[in-house]
DNA sequence: ATGCTTGTGCGAGAATAGTCGAACGATATG
DNA sequence: CATATCGTTCGACTATTCTCGCACAAGCAT
């Protein structure tokens, strides 16, 4: 069989705060990060179901290639999921505080 | 007399989230950030003394728009400092989160 | 006033980022 | 096997950002 598809990720000491940033500067990005903390692990279109698939590639990408998200194949599918504890480590309460400040200024998420 | 240079800054409660992630996503703007952390108040020209002016009031500029830091006239200089009571208050623990990660990840800054 | 310093605005050019369609490979389903 | 689905890659186009030189205005010094 072939290999599946392999994606790389930074190791989490090489995580550095400006790609961090602008990975959450965008405010889509900064929406499937809010879903993914809330959800844990979710299937890739889930973070943007009406979004042009390649589209969504590209910011699952950056997303990843920044250490905000670990990827990995499932089938034809791809899960991703929020490097919670890699970026509490490399950078205690960010995401915490960052997330927060996200949900005070969006009026419109309390559904679900 | 003319009237001395005005500054436009938003409102506290105008601060949005994404714009200062991507303040704080410029390696340059983050040590401008960082700078002002440790000296309060400070002359523009300290945080950049080898930029081209031009450029020095490009990334101020976006800075003051971001909501980060405060800017004001004196004289023919202009003085800047972090924001940092609004950015507290709007979003907290943001601030010095980032810049303790920043500090982590940085070596060489045990300097002055 | 003359000259010097400082910040700003404008414009150009280069670099970076975002969006999206089309083609392709891989995987699942019939 | 044939087909549909999904993700990736590529290329093109647009938009935004960065950098910087230059000219200008305002404040300070002699």
Same mark, same amino acid.
């Given at each position: 069989?072939?290999?599946?598809?392999?994606?790389? +990720?930074?190791?989490?000491?090489?995580?550095?705060?400006?790609?961090?940033?602008?990975?959450?500067?965008?405010?889509?990005?900064?929406?499937?990060?809010?879903?993914?903390?809330?959800?844990?692990?979710?299937?890739?279109?889930?973070?943007?179901?009406?979004?042009?698939?390649?589209?969504?590639?590209?910011?699952?990408?950056?997303?990843?290639?920044?250490?905000?998200?670990?990827?990995?194949?499932?089938?034809?599918?791809?899960?991703?999921?929020?490097?919670?504890?890699?970026?509490?480590?490399?950078?205690?309460?960010?995401?915490?505080?960052?997330? +927060?400040?996200?949900?005070?200024?969006?009026?419109?998420?309390?559904?679900?």
């Amino acid at each position: 069989m072939a290999a599946a598809r392999v994606y790389k +990720h930074p190791e989490t000491g090489d995580i550095a705060i400006p790609r961090v940033m602008f990975a959450l500067s965008e405010p889509l990005r900064l929406s499937m990060v809010q879903l993914l903390s809330e959800r844990g692990e979710v299937d890739s279109i889930e973070l943007g179901p009406d979004l042009p698939r390649s589209t969504l590639t590209h910011h699952t990408s950056l997303l990843r290639e920044s250490g905000v998200v670990f990827v990995r194949a499932e089938g034809r599918k791809c899960m991703i999921q929020l490097r919670r504890d890699d970026l509490e480590t490399r950078f205690p309460g960010l995401i915490d505080t960052v997330l +927060h400040g996200y949900q005070e200024s969006n009026p419109g998420m309390a559904e679900a």
